[in-house]
């Protein structure tokens, strides 16, 4: 049970260039999230998904796509890498709305990209 | 939509004082509180959560207060400890429908010194 795997961990990116970050998850997650984390900016929410074939857009989605194919992967793309995107990215997953446990988010390790 | 605001941005508290960080909220519909702690290079992971039905919640030296009047709820460590040292984020969200979103606040640096 590996929990929430991101993929890569690491990224340096041209401007303009494209990139697709991989989460997967093993734990059958309803839900799964890509945040974004800057200094002094907390856990910004990019996009989410309730479930397989759905995609919503979090606070600040401008710039990224997202898909949800299967249930267990959450693809987060940049069409035109942008050095604002220069971030820490972290996906989450979580089971479901309702039960114990319900609300806890399970974070991947983090993906750092840098765009210069 | 909601804002989570988080004071204070960074905070020292010497080993074996207590440490408070507060959160405000904007959206009165919320009604789940969780606290996240990140050590440094880690992942955010649960410490501890409340729901809007209940006012104070304990697990050990940290415990969590919500005042939905002034929609605000705060984290409360007590016997801080050098492995307490991280960033904490507390976070809100509204209702169990489709709009599921935990919106975060921005974060407080804990240091303890030992």
């Known amino acids: 049970n590996a929990g929430v795997t991101q993929t890569p961990k690491f990224r340096v990116l041209k401007t303009g260039q494209s990139m697709t970050l991989l989460c997967a998850q093993d734990m059958n997650h309803e839900y799964m999230y890509w945040y974004r984390q800057d200094p002094g900016m907390g856990l910004r929410l990019i996009h989410y998904?309730?479930?397989?074939?759905?995609?919503a857009k979090g606070e600040v989605p401008d710039g990224y796509n997202v898909s949800r194919l299967k249930k267990q992967n959450f693809l987060l793309g940049l069409e035109s890498a942008a050095p604002s995107q220069t971030s820490v990215y972290f996906c989450?997953?979580?089971?479901?709305?309702?039960?114990?446990?319900?609300?806890?988010?399970?974070f991947g390790a983090g993906s750092r990209l840098t765009v210069l | 939509g909601e804002n989570v605001e988080q004071h204070p941005s960074t905070l020292s508290v010497q080993e074996g004082d207590s440490a408070v960080i507060k959160c405000t909220y904007s959206d009165s519909a919320s009604n789940y509180f969780p606290w996240y702690k990140q050590e440094l290079g880690k992942r955010p992971q649960l410490i501890i959560d409340?729901?809007?039905?209940?006012g104070e919640k304990k697990d050990q030296r940290i415990a969590v207060t919500l005042n939905k009047t002034a929609k605000h709820f705060s984290l409360h460590i007590t016997e801080t400890q050098p492995e307490d040292s991280a960033v904490y984020f507390c976070?809100?969200?509204?209702?169990?429908?489709?709009?599921?979103?935990?919106?975060f606040g921005s974060g407080t640096r804990l240091l303890v010194r030992p």
């Open positions: 409340i729901r809007s039905n209940v």
């Open positions: 976070a809100a969200r509204k209702g169990m429908d489709s709009s599921y979103k935990l919106i």
């Open positions: 989450a997953s979580s089971y479901s709305l309702t039960g114990s446990g319900a609300n806890v988010l399970t």
């Open positions: 998904s309730v479930g397989e074939g759905t995609t």
